[in-house]
């Protein structure tokens, strides 16, 4: 079975909201990053408490942490970044969620051991509490090419891997050549399509991030993170420094989700799978 999950501070600033625009998608997990604004690290403990409640209440799920975790410089001070390490594990007990997201450091390229030395620590501070790391290629940071993303995860014992089609072509990577490499290895799916020659956003199957090809090749069960970026979310300057290009316009975020939702759906019904309760199955 495939399961749906999304990032849902796209749709919506509020949480109420971003769970309407769940429930109305028909999906009941979400990876969570902020609420009005606030980055999930940046939750107090009562906020975390609340939230899981009303979470919990609507029937929606929270599969992973979205965090920033690793969107740092590799020279920030050790105790800094691990005390933020250890908020986060914590917060995601308050969820019941087991993977935070995280990334593998800015200014690193030339510092692979410094990367996989504080990684390695991560890991292991983070399997204390019953969490798994899920690092995520991302743009500028030590694994956001296919070489050095098999790096990380071939060195560091118990990091799981997200791949991220838009973020490896972004980075001038070819579609065909990162899946072949990654499929196998990878935990979960995030759905971002970007077109390589203008580097504009667009819904999935509409670029050149070849989803239709990773959706082809499952076999068994997993997850698919909707990460649409059509439109500029609160909190999103916090997250990426970089311009959001995108190729079409929408009137509202909430219909930039909804036609994020449908074209990826459309790319499930193409495969021969049908929507069934908690997910789609052939």
Not at 160 to 183: H, K, M, R, W
Request: aromatic share 10%.
């Amino acid at each position: 079975m495939i399961k749906l999950c999304a990032f849902a501070d796209e749709a919506a600033d509020s949480l109420d909201g971003q769970i309407i625009a769940l429930k109305r998608n028909g999906i009941n997990l979400i990876e969570l990053r902020g609420v009005d604004g606030k980055n999930v690290v940046d939750f107090t403990e009562s906020e975390a408490h609340e939230y899981a409640e009303r979470l919990k209440s609507e029937g929606v799920s929270v599969w992973s942490i979205g965090s920033p975790l690793g969107k740092s410089d590799i020279e920030e001070d050790e105790a800094v970044y691990f005390a933020r390490l250890h908020k986060l594990c914590k917060t995601a007990e308050i969820f019941n969620c087991q993977n935070v997201r995280a990334f593998s450091f800015f200014n690193a390229y030339g510092k692979r051991d410094e990367v996989m030395k504080r990684l390695e620590e991560t890991v292991k501070i983070a399997r204390e509490y019953g969490i798994k790391i899920c690092h995520e290629n991302e743009k500028d940071i030590y694994g956001d090419t296919l070489k050095r993303t098999l790096d990380i995860i071939n060195s560091v014992d118990g990091i799981y891997s997200v791949y991220d089609p838009a973020n490896f072509i972004q980075c001038g990577e070819e579609a065909e050549e990162t899946i072949s490499a990654l499929f196998e290895k990878t935990y979960y799916f995030h759905v971002k399509d970007v077109i390589k020659e203008t580097s504009e956003i667009v819904p999935a199957g509409y670029g050149d991030g070849k989803i239709a090809e990773i959706v082809r090749r499952i076999n068994g069960d997993t997850v698919f993170t909707l990460e649409p970026h059509l439109a500029v979310f609160k909190g999103y300057s916090s997250i990426d420094k970089t311009e959001m290009k995108n190729k079409y316009n929408f009137a509202n975020s909430s219909e930039a989700f909804d036609c994020a939702v449908r074209a990826f759906k459309d790319i499930l019904f193409g495969a021969g799978y049908k929507e069934t309760t908690g997910g789609f199955e052939k």
